[in-house]
Structures are given as structure tokens and as C-alpha cells.
């Protein structure tokens, strides 16, 4: 205070002190952290990422600027389309599954039960522990040989022999899937649990009280009221499951014969082992279409719809 | 003598000079067969290699290691990555020009970045002359165009593993040699309860060794001496064609096998034969496992091309052009290749690593257990990867993308037909092969 009316009044202040003063700069100054982890981390990596998608840059080699070559030998490489196809069916299965489990374990975790806090705590068990680590359990659960699921099932007498679960396309993807969904849905779950004690108990009441019964109260106020945040949970859901690599990696390397290659795995397999920097750069870049397309249709679901504010006003 | 003129003082000097001369002639030439590599002073080694398979390699490595140190004064840090993640981390380095200073890698490693390495020719010729000459396929691992820019330290190799008993059974006394009567071998084996298996995943150890040796083995090939895409041919189906009878013997899953997965199942019973490395009789000797009488190795048969024509994982040092002492890493390389580190080393590991000169061949440990000599020959029955043509960007590459495993993993299962398994692998590979 003292020191604005010094500024008018007083002598001419220092370049600093006007800095210190204006609230913009300051507001500049303190995101410059921020900033340049983005830019350094983030913007950088990804502007490279789409240069050496455009060169033909191998490991030991540097490249030159070839244009869209890369990505006209992918539009030829059935390989590369059947991960694009892979990538598609695992992220819309996987998600949808996901999203229909963790919604549904939401609801039942938003209910009056005991030991609500121990449960949630092991619902969040299998996000929190570190992919490889179960992806490799995974990997003993579905081996050809040693499987405990078979072993289970032939003790009980219900099958004759092991279960091949990733030796043929169908089961190999089924069982990825799978792995995927165990490892996804508390994230799901939590999140849209956080999201369901955000609407106000009195629509409920409103609700109960003009008749509603459950399935009307489900579709007619809790599903209104969660959008935005089922918005953002199935971006990153679907966002994390479309760039997934550890799981598969681990379990398959991408096969049986290549039908549970990612886009992920197979531009890690194309870049580092096989050394064609720029092949696996573009395929990489491939996939950011698709991602900014998922996030588009969350931008809309995210708009705070005007009804919704109004939810408030009792 | 009379009178001592100055002409006789100068012939004599002369005669005397001569003399020393042509002495000094003789010299040298021993000099030279000594390889006197004077290491810079302050030197220190980083070298990067890859993690143990079996304990003894590493206890060996790390206490000739400390020799040479005790020796030299130079000290040398060792570090160990999984096999795999070290090929992508020297080709890393060399990049980016910083690392270690010697990479223990694999296969066609060096010819990715020839120019990034330091010239080996020297060291390569004083081991080769000294230790009975390399085996051709070495020196072209560790050669391009005519100058060794990797020092081969030997193959990682498969052979047939399986069961005495089991074979006995089903009316064979050991592996048939020829890939006909390994069929039989196989048939009669599955009609016992007691199958064969091998991996036709993505394995990039047991998968390439196997998928390589039923495509060489019946004369096909990726490519020819000029560098052209072959693949697609008679020989390739008929190497097809028989894999996929070979896989109906299997039991099933191996699509889906990864390297440890034969291991496994060898182990604990579920399979009487495979290819695989030493590792499982080691494993077995090592745990006083059960089945270990029962356990005998044989090497791959031979095809209709009629000689052995078999892929092993090669391994190979290589110094890095960055270096700021490639003297003292060529004399660290010495020191570790020369008879007495290598020899016990050698034996520690159990018969796991077949050498790269021939002198070692002698080594008793192939000897002293009559179930090692077949591992003994390994580097002399095999190709390189890039058969028949130049090793280079384009053989790494097709490997690194399991091209041929894929073809036969496809044409075995019965996912496509060799026809089209073939003409996919073709495809495939004419990419990485264009110029």
C-alpha cells in the first residue's frame, strides 16, 4: 500500500520493484518453473518425436529429412495395421468394461457398509501396485503350463486340459484384456465413487419424494450429475489404456504372431531393438490422432451444463 | 696385427654395426608377436555387460577382473544389464557418444555403428595367431570390411536337450542327425505322452536360434551374398513345411513361449526334448534336480543342405570410439582372452559360453563331462545372422522384428499357409534390405 502511494508520489522505482509490483510479471515469474518442465520434458520430447518420425534416423546413425516416407511404407505394412486395429479393439473393450465395473463397484461402495474404508483401500490395490510386478503374476496365471486358473479348473473337473490362454490370437487378446481391466478399474471405481458423493443428497430426496424408484433416480440424477467426471475419468482411462506398453510387453512381446502388438510395443520394437529410429517415431506420432480425438469428446462432456449449477440452488 | 689404420677402425665399426643390426633385425619380429599395448596413464574402465546366466561367470569374470587391476593398476567397473536391454543401450551410447567404454554386446551389434568403434585389427590377429585362428563366422562378427571392430568372446549356443529315457522309449537311441529322422524322432516321442516343444514366440534367444536353423537347414535363406531378398522360394516352403509337422508334435501354447518357457517345462516334466543352452543341465546339476542322469544333449541335425547351418547368440566386446583410454580397454581385452583368465572362466560357466578360438576347443571342460562336447562346437557349426549376405543395419533389423519367426511361427501353426507366410516375410524383409 505504503509502497504504491510511493510510487505515485515518490521518486522513479527500480526495474526490479517495478517488476515485484506488476502482478502479470510476478504471475509470469512464478510459472516459469512449471513452464520449463513443460517445455523441457514434455513440448520437447514430443516436437523430437514427430521430427524423427519425419527422418530416417537409425540408432547410431544420424538421419536426414525424408518427408512422409515412414508413414507411407506404414500405410503398406500389415503388421502396422493390425496393431492400429489391436490398439483400437483393447482400448474400446478394455475401457467399456472398465467403465461399466467401476461405475458399478461406485455404486456399491457409495452405499452404508462396514468397513467402507478397508474396502476401498483393497479396491485401490491393484492400480497401485507397479504394472511390471503384475503384469509378470499375470504372466504365471496365464502360462500354457503352470497356470493356477488351470489347475483350479482341472482339480474341480470342469476342463480336460490346460488352458492355452496366450497362444492363440483370441484367447492371447482376451487374456491381455483381462489383465488390463484388473489393473484399471480402481481408478475408474475411485474416481467416479469421489464424483457420486459430489451430488447433493437433497435430489435424491426430491426425487424419492415425486416417486422415482431406483433405476429412474440412477438414470435421471445420478447419471446427469456424474457426466463431467465420467468425462474426464474415461479420458484417462481411455488415454492410458490406448498408450499401454508394460502389460503387454511382459506377457506377450506382442505376439502370438504379432496380434497383441500395440502401437506402443511395436514402435519400441521397431525403434530400440530393431534401430529404426524414425519407423518408430512415426508410429508413434500415429497415435496422436486418435488421443486428441478421445480428448475432444471429453471437452464437451466436461462443459458444465447450466442445470447443473443451478443443482446448488435448493 | 701391425698398423691400426683408421679404414680398419671404420670397417670394423662397420662390421660391428652390422652385426647389431641384423640382430636387431631378428628382434622385433618376437617383439611384435608379444603385442606390447601401452595403456594411458590414469586410465579407468567402465565396462557394460550382460547379466550372468549362470553364477560362475560372474564370480570368474569379476576375480580376473581384480587381476587385472592387481596387475595393471587400472581400475575396472563392471556393470551388468539384463541381455536384452544391452543391445539398445550400446546402440544408445554410441549415439549419443558417452558411456562405457567397452560393451559386451551381441550379434550384429558393431555393424550398426562401425565408425563409433576403436580398430581392434591388431589385438584381433595377436589372439587369433596366438590361439589357433578364428572360426570364420567369428571373423565376420567381428570384421567390416576388412577391419575388426568387435572381438568376439564366443556364442551363448543351443543344442538338442532331452531325455534319455523318454527317447529310448519311443525306439531311438539318441538324436538322428538328419532332420528327416529328427521328424521320426518327434513323431514317436508325441505317440509316447512324452512331446518335444520349442518356442515360437517372440523369443528372441530360443525363438531366432530354432526359426533360423529349420530355415538354413533346408537351403533357404533371407537374403543372398549381393544382398537381395531370397526368402520367398521352394527351399523356405519346404523348411515350412516341415515345421508345421513339427509343431504337430508340440504340446500346445508355444506360440506363446518366451525364452524361460522351455526351461520351465523341460524342468518339471511336460516336455522331453527342446533346444535350448546349457543352462537347463546346468540348473538341474546345480539344484541336485532329479532328472538330471536323465538329461543329454545333442547337436541340431542336419538338413537337406547337407552341413551344419545353425544360429547361436553371439557374443562380442566392443570399445567404444569415446573412450578416453582405448589402449588400456584393448589391453583389459587381452588380458581377459589370453589362456589363463580365459580357459577358467570358460570352465566356470559350465560349457555356456563355445569359444571363438579354436585353440580353446582343448579347454578340458568340454571333456571332463562327456555331456558338454556337444556345446564344444557350436561357433564351428554356425552362420552369421545375416546369412548369406552382409551383416549391417538391415540383418539387425529383420532379426530385431522376428521376421523369420514370425514366418515360421505363421506357417507352423498353421495361421497362414507357407505360401503366404513367405511372401509376407519377403515383403518384410525387402523393406530393411532397400537401399
Request: net charge neutral; with cysteine; charged share 15%.
Amino acid at each position: 500500500m505504503s509502497q504504491s502511494v510511493a510510487a505515485i508520489s515518490g521518486p522513479v522505482l527500480s526495474l526490479g520493484a517495478r517488476v515485484r509490483d506488476s502482478r502479470d510479471l510476478l504471475g509470469l515469474f512464478f510459472m516459469l518453473p512449471a513452464t520449463v518442465v513443460l517445455l523441457a520434458f514434455m513440448a520437447y520430447p514430443l516436437g523430437l518425436g514427430i521430427w524423427l518420425g519425419l527422418t530416417d534416423t537409425t540408432i547410431g546413425r544420424r538421419g536426414v529429412f525424408i518427408g512422409l516416407e515412414n508413414y507411407e511404407y506404414l500405410m503398406d505394412d500389415s503388421v502396422f495395421w493390425l496393431s492400429v486395429f489391436n490398439t483400437a479393439l483393447y482400448t474400446v473393450a478394455a475401457s467399456v468394461i472398465k467403465f461399466a465395473i467401476g461405475l458399478y463397484l461406485a455404486l456399491l461402495l457409495n452405499k452404508r457398509m462396514p468397513f467402507k474404508a478397508f474396502i476401498r483401500a483393497i479396491v485401490l490395490l491393484p492400480w497401485i501396485v507397479p504394472t511390471v510386478l503384475s503384469a509378470i503374476a499375470f504372466w504365471w496365471i496365464y502360462d500354457a503350463q503352470f497356470s493356477i486358473i488351470s489347475w483350479v479348473l482341472v482339480k474341480l473337473g470342469l476342463i480336460d486340459e490346460y488352458i492355452d490362454f496366450l497362444g492363440s490370437p483370441g484367447p492371447a487378446r482376451a487374456s491381455v484384456i483381462a489383465a488390463n481391466i484388473w489393473r484399471g478399474v480402481p481408478f475408474v471405481a475411485i474416481s467416479l465413487l469421489a464424483g457420486l458423493q459430489t451430488v447433493p443428497a437433497s435430489l435424491y430426496e426430491a426425487s424419492t419424494m415425486d416417486g422415482a424408484n431406483a433405476w429412474q433416480r440412477f438414470r435421471y440424477v445420478t447419471m446427469p450429475m456424474l457426466t463431467p467426471i465420467i468425462a474426464v475419468v474415461m479420458t484417462f482411462s481411455v488415454l492410458f489404456t490406448f498408450t499401454d506398453f508394460q502389460l503387454i510387453y511382459v506377457l506377450t512381446r506382442g505376439g502370438p504372431i504379432n496380434t497383441t502388438h500395440l502401437m506402443a510395443t511395436l514402435s519400441f520394437q521397431r525403434a530400440i531393438p530393431g534401430g529404426h529410429l524414425g519407423e518408430g517415431a512415426a508410429i508413434a506420432t500415429a497415435m496422436i490422432p486418435f488421443l486428441i480425438v478421445a480428448i475432444v469428446f471429453s471437452y464437451y462432456g466436461l462443459q458444465n451444463r447450466k442445470w447443473q449449477q443451478r443443482a446448488g440452488n435448493d | 696385427m701391425s698398423e691400426f689404420t683408421r679404414r680398419d677402425t671404420l670397417k670394423m665399426g662397420a662390421g660391428a654395426a652390422a652385426l647389431a643390426a641384423g640382430s636387431g633385425l631378428v628382434a622385433p619380429r618376437a617383439a611384435r608377436a608379444a603385442l606390447n599395448i601401452q595403456p594411458e596413464s590414469g586410465a579407468k574402465l567402465r565396462l557394460l555387460r550382460w547379466k550372468r546366466f549362470v553364477a560362475g561367470d560372474e564370480t570368474l569374470w569379476m576375480e580376473n577382473t581384480k587381476k587385472f587391476t592387481q596387475t595393471t593398476g587400472i581400475p575396472v567397473r563392471v556393470d551388468n544389464e539384463s541381455w536384452e536391454d544391452v543391445r539398445p543401450k550400446a546402440a544408445v551410447a554410441a549415439n549419443i557418444g558417452a558411456g562405457p567404454d567397452i560393451i559386451l554386446g551381441w550379434y550384429d551389434d558393431p555393424h550398426q555403428y562401425p565408425d563409433k568403434l576403436v580398430d581392434l585389427s591388431e589385438l584381433a590377429d595377436y589372439l587369433g595367431n596366438k590361439y589357433g585362428g578364428w572360426y570364420p563366422v567369428a571373423e565376420s562378427y567381428g570384421t567390416s570390411h576388412g577391419r575388426w571392430i568387435g572381438l568376439p568372446l564366443g556364442a551363448a549356443g543351443a543344442c538338442i536337450v532331452y531325455r534319455q529315457s523318454h527317447v529310448q522309449a519311443a525306439g531311438f537311441d539318441g538324436v538322428p542327425g538328419d532332420t528327416g529322422g529328427f521328424l521320426k524322432l518327434c513323431q514317436a516321442l508325441h505317440a509316447k505322452g512324452t512331446p518335444a516343444a520349442f518356442a515360437l514366440g517372440n523369443a528372441v534367444g530360443d525363438g531366432n536360434t530354432w526359426a533360423h536353423w529349420i530355415l538354413w537347414s533346408h537351403g533357404g535363406k533371407v537374403v543372398d551374398k549381393d544382398g537381395n531378398v531370397v526368402i520367398n522360394s521352394d527351399e523356405t516352403r519346404a523348411a515350412l513345411e516341415y515345421a508345421a509337422e513339427l509343431y504337430k508334435t508340440f504340446i500346445p501354447g508355444t506360440t506363446s513361449w518366451l525364452d524361460g518357457n522351455n526351461n520351465k517345462a523341460f524342468l518339471a516334466g511336460k516336455i522331453s526334448l527342446t533346444a535350448n543352452g546349457i543352462s537347463i543341465y546346468y540348473a538341474a546339476k546345480t539344484t541336485n534336480h532329479p532328472l538330471t542322469p536323465d538329461i543329454y544333449h545333442a547337436n541340431l541335425p542336419v538338413g537337406p543342405v547337407g552341413h551344419p547351418a545353425e544360429l547361436h547368440l553371439l557374443t562380442q566386446a566392443m570399445v567404444m570410439g569415446y573412450t578416453k583410454y582405448p589402449n588400456a580397454a584393448k589391453a583389459y581385452l587381452q588380458f581377459m582372452w589370453e589362456k589363463e583368465q580365459y580357459e577358467p572362466w570358460q570352465e566356470a560357466v559350465q560349457g555356456y559360453i563355445t569359444q571363438p578360438l579354436r585353440a580353446y576347443e582343448k579347454n578340458p571342460v568340454w571333456t571332463e563331462d562327456p555331456k558338454n562336447t556337444p556345446y564344444r562346437d557350436l561357433v564351428a557349426r554356425m552362420q552369421n545372422n545375416g546369412y548369406a549376405g552382409p551383416l549391417g543395419y538391415a540383418s539387425a533389423a529383420v532379426m530385431a522384428d522376428y521376421v523369420v519367426v514370425n514366418m515360421v511361427a505363421e506357417a507352423a501353426s498353421g495361421a497362414r499357409t507357407p505360401k503366404q507366410a513367405m511372401e509376407r516375410a519377403q515383403k518384410r524383409a525387402e523393406r530393411y534390405y532397400k537401399v
